[in-house]
Structure formats: C-alpha cells, structure tokens
C-alpha cells in the first residue's frame, strides 16, 4: 500500500509539472520593416530579442534605408514591457529611447514620447 501511494504521488507530480507552463520568455523576432514602391526607401524595424538573465536586443530601424548592421543594445524586460536605446549613425549622431510592449498581435514599439506607435509582427531569425 505505501509503495503504491508513493508511486501515484509522483504520478501525480509529474501530470502537474507537465501541465505547468514554463518561463514566460520573450525571445523572438519582430518586423515590420516595407519597401515604398513609388520612392524606393525602405522604413520600418525589425527588433530580434533575446531574453534571459542579461537581455539585450538586435534592432534596426530604417527611415529611407536600412542600417547595413543591427545595433546590439542592452534591453530592460519587465513582465510585458521592453526598452532599449538605439544610437542613429546620423550627424550629428542620436539616440532614440525606443519602449514597447509585448501583445497578442506583436511587439508594439514607440521611439519618441510623441511618436505614433508601430506593431511589428513576428518574423523568422536571419540565418
């Protein structure tokens, strides 16, 4: 009798620790970086993200053309929120404070207090 309780309690605890969800993670990519037709520039942004302990983000943002290389920047995640700095190579040289959120449709972004805010939807990691 006590071995069979022993073995349907770790039954038991094993079902729970299968049903439970694991870590919420925001790892992923997202984009919506589009080409205008009628002008040939390229805008939009794409924020690859990577989670963890030291979270940190690859970004580009693209206003007439897309930066050759993304930015590695240190990232702050709480719960659904996310923010990082993304230095602009203009001249002279700036830096956005971009903030976002993380929702059911994709990662929203705003780069200035003022701006619009923009959805960029989940993409595919570069290989």
């Known amino acids: 009798?006590?071995?069979?309780?022993?073995?349907?309690?770790?039954?038991?605890a094993l079902a729970l620790a299968a049903g439970?969800?694991?870590?919420k993670t925001h790892t992923g990519v997202w984009d919506n970086i589009t080409s205008i037709e009628?002008?040939?520039?390229?805008v939009g942004a794409r924020v690859e993200v990577f989670d963890g302990p030291r979270p940190y983000v690859l970004a580009r943002i693209c206003e007439g053309e897309c930066p050759?290389?993304?930015?590695?920047?240190?990232a702050v995640i709480k719960g659904?929120?996310?923010?990082?700095?993304?230095?602009?190579d203009s001249n002279p040289p700036?830096?956005?404070?971009?903030?976002?959120?993380f929702t059911r449709k994709g990662l929203v972004l705003r780069t200035y207090p003022d701006?619009?805010?923009?959805?960029?939807?989940?993409g595919k990691r570069d290989e």
């Open 115 to 122: 701006a619009e805010e923009q959805l960029l939807r989940p």
């Open 94 to 101: 700036d830096t956005l404070h971009v903030v976002g959120r």
């Open 38 to 42: 009628e002008t040939g520039d390229v």
């Open 20 to 23: 439970a969800p694991g870590p």
């Open 80 to 88: 659904d929120t996310i923010a990082f700095d993304y230095r602009m």
């Open 68 to 74: 050759p290389e993304a930015l590695r920047s240190p």
């Open 1 to 12: 009798m006590r071995r069979e309780a022993a073995v349907l309690t770790s039954l038991f």
